[in-house]
């Protein structure tokens, strides 16, 4: 088992930041992917970048390409999302995932374990 607890949501103006944070415990040895998805009420959750542990290989959704990093701290077993420029579409509520094996990085239903999701708000 895997567990994720992420935090760093909360209100923020557009253009401005956010970093959340995601902490790993239990079998993290396991792991090959750690993502963040989001998620609005009535949508499908969206990928929004994950890391590959093996060799810090990170991909990004189109919409948050050149605003949104996601890096780790191996030490503490801890994955970043650094959101810069945020706009009011990037309202939602932002959950971390954990993936075991396969390739497929951006489909939700490939991520083995979720974190509790952390609310990230923007106003205009």
């Known amino acids: 088992q895997v567990q994720l607890v992420e935090s760093g949501g909360g209100l923020v103006q557009a253009g401005g930041s956010l970093r959340l944070s995601c902490a790993a415990s239990?079998?993290?040895?396991?792991?090959?992917?750690m993502g963040w998805f989001r998620q609005d009420p009535g949508k499908e959750r969206e990928f929004v970048s994950a890391?590959?542990?093996?060799?810090?290989?990170?991909y990004a959704a189109d919409s948050v390409k050149g605003r949104f990093t996601i890096s780790r701290d191996n030490a503490k077993n801890i994955v970043y999302l650094q959101m810069n420029s945020l706009k009011p579409e990037d309202t939602a509520v932002y959950y971390c995932?954990?993936?075991?094996?396969?390739?497929?990085?951006?489909?939700?239903?490939?991520?083995?374990?979720w974190g509790q999701g952390t609310q990230v708000t923007v106003s205009s």
């Open positions: 239990g079998r993290t040895s396991s792991t090959s992917v």
């Open positions: 995932a954990a993936k075991l094996v396969g390739l497929q990085i951006t489909r939700s239903m490939a991520y083995n374990y």
């Open positions: 890391i590959r542990l093996s060799d810090d290989n990170t």
